[in-house]
């Protein structure tokens, strides 16, 4: 079984900064990517950053040059680092990796977090 384990958010003024981290433990071959989702009340989940295995990045346009995504592969750990925060990045951060367990992808989401941007 892999879990997901999620810490770091909170409440932060506009302009503030945030680290999100995400630890990965089971039965773990290795994790291919890891990324950010998030949610926020009425909105459907959207991609926020994802980091690939070697170490290659994407981010939506609405975080670029805000937020850096980053992973350790030893520690199957990974980290979001959210600066410039505004109220609209106020949603519920949730960490998801594509693994491989007894030789198959699998999708996994840990709990979520919530981060809320207010002054």
């Known amino acids: 079984q892999v879990q997901l384990v999620e810490s770091g958010g909170g409440l932060v003024q506009p302009g503030g900064s945030l680290r999100l981290s995400c630890a990965a433990s089971?039965?773990?071959?290795?994790?291919?990517?890891m990324a950010w989702y998030r949610q926020a009340p009425g909105k459907q989940r959207e991609l926020v950053a994802t980091?690939?295995?070697?170490?290659?990045?994407n981010y939506a346009d609405s975080v670029k040059g805000r937020f850096t995504i980053s992973r350790d592969n030893a520690k199957n750990t990974g980290s979001l680092q959210m600066n410039s925060l505004k109220p609209e990045d106020t949603a519920v951060y949730y960490c998801?990796?594509?693994?491989?367990?007894?030789?198959?992808?699998?999708?996994?989401w840990g709990q979520g977090t919530q981060v809320t941007v207010s002054s």
């Open positions: 998801n990796a594509l693994t491989i367990v007894e030789g198959r992808l699998t999708s996994h």
């Open positions: 089971g039965s773990i071959f290795s994790i291919n990517t």
């Open positions: 980091i690939f295995r070697g170490g290659s990045t």
